[in-house]
């Protein structure tokens, strides 16, 4: 019922506006394609994350963060809602595939319900407790859970994982280009926009592949500088000051 609800909302909203802002080329085809929106009607406006995750964290308060959550010294990163889309599983298994040849722990940012048990299930069936961390069962991290706590995590992992099948935009994956830290991400859905040429693609459905990803991350220190120089430049292009003159432009143009 609650689907139904806002399906004709959203249809009421599409068919009433002067126009639609979409945060990515992705929605804007979405749109067009369930909704059946002109598309002469529909601007994209990328998204922009907070310019904490820009700022380069202290190693000092780097250090100080990792003690009080009793973070590994290498891990790699999710961040995102632990439901079937987002593809936490996958990562799972993608560790288990590389756990005689590749041992760096996951940490989750990230809560969910029936899907995080079906998660929690696996890594306990595959004795994976100690690789992967679900940060956010930490009561501690809650209260520590700041921009400035998020930026200095990215900072200290060695690349974010985000195998999503589904998205709008990907802030995730912005929050990480713009720390400095190399991104393993879907090639579907609107991804490949934000990450551009930046980021290492991945068909989210192949735990195999996932983990070639994962190992070539690891073992290639010049890929990971090199991956980190593009995405400083690829985030460049979601500034806020980019995101703001976009969703101005649009106003304008609908008060001519």
Not at 93 to 99: R, V
Request: charged letters at 20%; one cysteine or more; hydrophobic letters at 40%.
């Amino acid at each position: 019922m609650d689907a139904f609800i806002y399906r004709r909302k959203i249809l009421y909203a599409c068919a009433h506006a002067d126009r639609i802002i979409a945060i990515s080329e992705q929605t804007k085809t979405d749109l067009i394609d369930f909704y059946k929106i002109e598309p002469v009607k529909i601007e994209v406006c990328y998204q922009s994350c907070h310019p904490a995750y820009k700022e380069k964290i202290q190693t000092g308060e780097i250090q100080a963060i990792r003690n009080s959550l009793h973070l590994p010294q290498h891990f790699f990163l999710y961040v995102g809602s632990i439901i079937q889309r987002k593809n936490l599983l996958t990562i799972c298994k993608a560790l288990y595939q590389l756990s005689g040849d590749v041992q760096i722990p996951l940490v989750v940012i990230g809560n969910g319900k029936e899907y995080k048990q079906q998660v929690k299930k696996f890594v306990d069936g595959k004795n994976l407790q100690k690789w992967v961390i679900f940060l956010s069962d930490n009561p501690l991290f809650s209260s520590l859970q700041t921009p400035q706590t998020m930026a200095a995590i990215y900072q200290m992992a060695t690349a974010m994982i985000y195998p999503s099948f589904f998205e709008g935009f990907g802030i995730p994956v912005l929050e990480a280009l713009s720390a400095g830290l190399p991104v393993i991400t879907s090639n579907l859905s609107c991804l490949p926009e934000t990450g551009g040429n930046a980021a290492l693609y991945v068909n989210p459905a192949s735990s195999d592949e996932l983990a070639a990803a994962i190992k070539r991350i690891w073992t290639d220190e010049d890929l990971r500088f090199e991956m980190i120089e593009k995405g400083r430049a690829q985030a460049q292009k979601f500034s806020l000051q980019n995101s703001s003159a976009a969703v101005m432009n649009v106003y304008k143009n609908v008060l001519k």
